[in-house]
């Protein structure tokens, strides 16, 4: 069967390929696997918390309606309060069922009478999410569709981002390339500049948000020359590009190993630089496609 369904969780098989499946948590709508013949391309922390219990450490956790910690208290009093990265990853989403055959699609949807209830009562705003996760052979696509409903009274202020965990053999061989060019806030020094670096490399902690990426940009994760994940966005201007390297890692208790960070890297497609606002009736949709490809290796 190319869909099985259990009370939590989701598995597409591709009916070309056995050994290529993709699974998802309805808790969160979290994708925390993906194999391509038999070989996983996502990385999950041996800790990750897959009972509804917190939000998973790895996979493709979902960030809305809030990037980070919200500090600005005055103009969205209501997002300050909420947890870090929102309320989609803590939510348990409906499963809607299969879209298409081919290819192999199905969609699961979150608003505010199923979301969590303590966040909603904290950030109390009409909104409709459906989220479409797409397994081809060789690629997996995941998409969404933010709706402020017709019946809202007021227009609705969010980021989005995919927080994807992707899978590397070693994150001191890996470089993450075709950023050069980019307005970079760099979140551990709080300062912006462009970035210069032809490939952005990892021998400690690192936490950058690139904004306004070009969008025919493919970021590319590229192991000594060998590209290993190719991140294609649509109406998602900024990459997030993330490890935490030796101390954070001890410091997240559902971290694991704590070696685990030599064996990933996020490379975040989303809208965080700003807030997407929709007045009522109003949609915006956005997807990011990872897949295999050559090295495409573009300069400034």
Known sequence: MPITETDTTVVLTHPENQ????????????????KLDGKEQ?????????????????GIPLVFPVFGKCTDSVNH????????????????WEFLGQTTESPL???FGLYPEIANSEL??????DFELILSVELGVDYLKTAIEVTNPLKATRELSFNWLFHTYLHVEDVEDTMVANL?????????LQESYT????????????????????????IQVVD??????????????????WNPWIEKSKGMGDFEPKDGYLKMVCVEPGHVHDFVTLKPGAKWEAFQLLYKDELNYQAL
Do not use: C, M
């Not at 993709?22 to 979290?30: C, D, P, S």
């Not at 996502?42 to 790895?58: E, I, M, N």
């Not at 909603?120 to 705003?125: A, D, G, P």
């Not at 000594?224 to 649509?234: A, E, F, I, Q």
């Open 19 to 34: 050994k290529s499946t993709v699974t998802i948590l309805k808790y969160g709508a979290t994708v925390y696997s993906w």
């Open 180 to 188: 050069a060019g980019s307005n970079t806030y760099d979140q551990l």
């Open 195 to 218: 970035e210069v670096q032809p490939v952005i490399g990892f021998h400690e902690e690192l936490d950058r948000i690139y904004r306004n990426v070009n969008p025919e940009r493919v």
């Open 105 to 107: 699609t199905v969609q």
């Open 77 to 92: 009093p209501e997002l300050s309060q909420l947890p870090q990265h929102g309320l989609a990853r803590n939510s348990t």
């Open 224 to 241: 000594k020359g060998h590209p290993l994940h190719s991140v294609k966005r649509s109406n998602l201007p900024d990459a997030v590009v």
């Open 120 to 125: 909603t009562k904290i950030w109390n705003y």
């Open 42 to 58: 996502l990385w999950l922390s041996s800790a990750a918390k897959l009972d509804g219990s917190k939000p998973v450490r790895g």
